[in-house]
């Protein structure tokens, strides 16, 4: 059971769209600029929001392994 939600879990991360990541004031400021500098505001938000998913993975991570530990 454990792997098959594993499985689903990468899945739906590795095959997910590129979606837009600005906010309203983050849009307002790049609306009237070039492409490229929205694009690399774009990536950048993208990339600092990964970084909390991260931390609370490596949590739960650490949770089981050591839930596992217990119980054997």
């Known amino acids: 059971m454990f ?3 594993t499985l ?3 899945l739906f991360f590795f095959t997910s769209k590129t979606t ?3 906010c309203a004031m983050c849009k307002a ?3 009237n600029g070039d492409i490229s500098m929205a694009e690399g505001v774009n ?3 993208t990339y600092l929001m ?3 998913y991260l931390l609370i993975g490596l949590l739960f991570f650490t949770i089981y392994r050591y839930n ?3 119980n054997n």
Do not use: H, R
Request: no cysteine; proline share 5%; glycine share 4%.
């Open 3 to 5: 792997k098959n939600k």
């Open 8 to 10: 689903l879990i990468l």
């Open 43 to 45: 990536s950048g938000i």
């Open 20 to 22: 837009f990541s600005q």
């Open 29 to 31: 400021v790049v609306e």
């Open 50 to 52: 990964v970084f909390p």
């Open 68 to 70: 596992k530990k217990v």
